[in-house]
């Protein structure tokens, strides 16, 4: 169980840190204002960690 965790967490970072390298990049490229970044970072973080979350629970439960 604990190895499962930490292999989740360790995962988790990493493809958090991946998304936030792509959305900055996006962000250059297509030009957004510096004001609308935060809430970019914001709605892409939230909605990754949903679907992080909901796949750590499916692990677990299955």
Known sequence: MISILLMFVLFTAFILFYINKLTDSLCIQKEIPEDKHANIFRTINILVTILLI????EILYT
């Not at 909901?54 to 629970?57: A, D, P, R």
């Open 54 to 57: 909901s796949s750590f629970v």
